[in-house]
């Protein structure tokens, strides 16, 4: 899931092993009366809103969405987008997870919560409660939550690395490189690939790649490049098989949101490549 359209600044993450948060940044945001789509990528989201905060979420659900209001909040990969109806202030602490890290993170693997939003508490994070941390300043929430994801990777077992390496590959390749190639360079069969992918992270390798080809085809549209342009770089047959992608994906087509979400882009970091994930 995307970030929340909103004025941010990103966080420092000395002594986080490299990848296994891919971003982190403090967000606010005074916009209302938009709803703002998360898209599907490759990472885990979690948001933990300061004060008292609450963020409505619409999630995918059968014939359309269903509004659901969270006080912290982590969502897993997924392949339609989410709706963020922005109807209030809001502000908090987002992070962009590796999904290889949510054993040590969550307290399970990314592929339980695939295609859902679930409240932190639901996992591995107790001392996240609303109760908890209603009252603290925000820089207190910040530094106590990034104190937690040092603890739990210090202690952790590192993932499996040709998994980690089969993850790397395909979203740094932005989806170019085909599943019999990747299975190779990691000395994997295409059948264990797809089957550990799908259970570490609740998507197929041929999915991640679809997700991670789109991801790079937002980044480009949001620096205004020609839709052509974007189908041809990003491997598209053409524009109109960029068009159906992303319209099944994002719920709209690709105008539609440059439309909606253009203003907000001045606003946002540029991602850094966080797909690497050492111990």
């Known amino acids: 899931m995307e970030e929340l359209p909103s004025r941010s600044r990103r966080l420092d993450l000395t002594g986080i092993p490299p990848g296994a948060v891919r971003r982190a940044l403090v967000w606010s945001s005074s916009a209302s009366g938009i709803v703002h789509r998360g898209l599907p990528s490759p990472w885990i989201t979690v948001v933990v809103p300061f004060g008292e905060t609450v963020v409505p979420v619409g999630i995918p659900d059968t014939g359309g969405h269903r509004v659901q209001e969270f006080r912290t909040l982590v969502g897993g990969l997924h392949d339609r987008s989410v709706l963020l109806p ?11 997870l590796h999904p290889l890290a949510a054993r040590a993170l969550l307290g399970l693997p990314a592929g339980e919560i695939h295609g859902r939003v679930l409240a932190l508490t639901d996992l591995d994070w107790p001392e996240l409660a609303p109760e908890l941390i209603a009252g603290l300043p925000a820089d207190v929430v910040r530094d106590q939550i990034l104190a937690g994801v040092r603890a739990r990777l210090v202690a952790a077992q590192a993932p499996s690395p040709e998994l980690t390496e089969a993850f790397r590959l395909v979203v740094a390749g932005h989806g170019r490189l085909r599943m019999p190639q990747v299975a190779d360079l990691v000395g994997w069969s295409r059948r264990r690939l ?8 609740g998507l197929g390798a041929k999915e991640l790649s679809r997700i991670a080809r789109f991801t790079a085809a937002v980044a480009d549209a949001r620096t205004g490049r020609a839709l052509a342009d974007i189908a041809h770089r990003r491997g598209y047959a053409d524009q109109a098989h960029l068009s159906r992608d992303w319209r099944d994906l994002a719920g ?6 440059l439309g909606a979400e253009a203003p907000l882009f001045s606003s946002r970091p540029e991602p850094v490549d966080g797909s690497r994930l050492t111990a």
């Open 86 to 96: 922005q109807d209030r202030p809001q502000a908090g602490l987002q992070l962009d």
């Open 252 to 257: 709209c087509s690709p105008r539609e949101w």
């Open 194 to 201: 797809t089957e550990r992918m799908r259970f570490e992270t």
